[in-house]
């Protein structure tokens, strides 16, 4: 029967960096992946370029990372995201700093940084096994000792990192294997759901596809609770789809629906295209022009301030004829105009399914984890990181440097306790 010192359950960043980390303890490791090759999800962040960390301060960091950031402060006081930007500059990969900190390969290729684990792990030795999918973790009354994989073949070992992601982005790999062995462990598994997905909605506007494919730049997205006070506020670009919305400031804003979703049937999402103007200053500011050109259309005056699509949609909401003048155009009307610029909502009922969400919220509950070591409360030589845990962050490298650091630290550990295990 085959031993391993550490044996780690799947190829995603948080795994490949345990392997990594193990292996650099000098250790027999092996890392086995269900999947043809390792790093899937890594080859496809960040657009196919992998936003491999960020650079900002830890707090602005753990704020990013509304999913229970605040469990990963004693792990970046051992590794951090300075620290994985060293780790990949010693593996010949060199970053470069982006826009709210991301950091991306200077290749833009995320390859390079699957390509630079890939041979570390081939430098320490590690064993790999693609396409073998593990069974169960084996457990004894105290600890980890062992996997079974699917063709039945039992494999040894001094300590299990169990690193298989949550369940979104299914084709990498990730189904949600780990949730049953955690459990068998004694382990509570959080409520799952989607993080970081786009919206759904059925408005008569959206079900007509009125704004099918209409992008709005940097506006402000609420998300609003049954008092109609905004929970979470998000200004970034969005996009309206044949189904609800999406784009960046609706993924971030995702979460936020979910939960208040719970509380009422259907939840209102607020649209201000001019954040950084109050709503008087608008109306006098667009007044002026149209009082400046008296006898131009509503619609020539002011299509300077938005896309066409969305200033006659908004036009028509409020009654405005386009094609009318100062002369005409109606007070009230007009003010109603104004309002939806700042104001405009949207009714959404839910969001796209799991598996098309690009991050699981939920996963093994962080009560019953070590902070510092990644080690499960529950029993010994057993540890988890990356997305099965119940931490979730925005995109932007915050999701991956929380798979990276956690990783890092659970293959260290595991090494260690590994190692000061009685030879047999």
């Known amino acids: 029967m085959k031993h391993y010192d550490v044996i780690v359950i799947g190829g995603g960043p948080s ?3 345990a392997a990594i980390a193990a292996g650099e303890r000098g250790l027999n490791v092996l890392l086995i992946d269900k999947g043809n090759k390792l790093g899937r999800k ?3 962040s960040g657009g196919g370029r992998c936003n491999v960390t960020n650079r900002l301060p830890i707090d602005e960091i753990i704020k990013h990372i509304p999913g229970n950031g605040r469990f990963l402060y004693s792990a970046f006081s051992e590794f951090n995201n300075e620290d994985i930007i ?4 010693r593996l010949g990969v060199k970053l470069k700093e982006e826009d709210h900190g991301r950091m991306f390969p200077v ?7 699957v390509d630079a684990l890939l041979k570390r792990l081939e430098q320490l030795h590690v064993n790999i096994r693609t396409n073998e999918k593990v069974a169960s973790v084996l457990y004894d009354d105290q600890k980890a000792c062992g996997i079974v994989t699917n063709n039945g073949e039992k494999i040894l070992t001094g300590a299990v990192v169990v690193a298989v992601g949550g369940k979104s982005v299914p084709h990498t790999g990730s189904t949600g294997d780990g949730y049953e062995w955690a ?4 382990h509570t598994i959080t409520e799952l759901f989607p993080t970081e997905v786009p919206v759904t909605s059925d408005e008569p506007f959206i079900k007509q596809k009125t704004l099918q494919g209409l992008s709005l730049r940097n506006v402000a997205l609420s998300v609003l609770n049954k008092k109609g006070k905004p929970v979470i506020t998000h ?5 309206f789809t044949h189904f609800g919305l999406s784009g960046p ?3 971030r804003c995702s979460q936020f629906v979910v939960k208040e979703l719970k509380k009422q049937e259907h939840v209102r999402m607020k649209i201000d295209l001019f954040p950084d103007i109050h709503e008087e200053q608008l109306f006098q500011r667009m007044q002026k022009e149209l009082k400046e050109s008296p006898k131009k259309s509503v619609k020539n005056v002011l299509k300077s301030w938005m896309q066409e699509r ?3 949609f908004l036009f028509e909401r409020s009654g405005i004829d386009p094609s009318e003048t100062f002369f005409t155009l109606s007070k009230d009307r007009f003010r109603a105009f104004v309002k939806d610029c700042k104001e405009f909502s949207v009714k959404v009922n839910g969001t796209l399914s799991l598996e098309k969400a690009f991050v699981t919220g939920g996963g093994v509950s962080i009560k019953e984890i070590d902070p510092k070591k990644m080690a499960s409360k529950k029993k010994d030589g057993l540890y988890f990181c990356g997305e099965i845990l119940d931490i979730h962050g925005y995109t932007g490298g915050y999701n991956i440097t929380s798979a990276l650091v956690t990783g890092r630290l659970a293959g260290l550990n595991a090494a260690e306790f590994s190692a000061s295990l009685p030879k047999k």
Do not use: H, P, R, T
């Not at 060293?86 to 500059?89: D, K, S």
């Not at 290749?107 to 940084?113: H, I, L, R």
């Not at 459990?183 to 004694?186: F, R």
């Not at 200004?235 to 996009?239: K, P, Y």
């Open 183 to 186: 459990e068998n462990a004694g």
């Open 42 to 44: 890594l080859a496809i």
């Open 86 to 89: 060293a780790f990949f500059e």
């Open 235 to 239: 200004q970034m670009d969005m996009i």
């Open 15 to 17: 795994g490949l960096m």
């Open 107 to 113: 290749s833009d290729k995320a390859q390079s940084v």
């Open 310 to 312: 969305y200033l006659l």
């Open 249 to 251: 400031a609706v993924l």
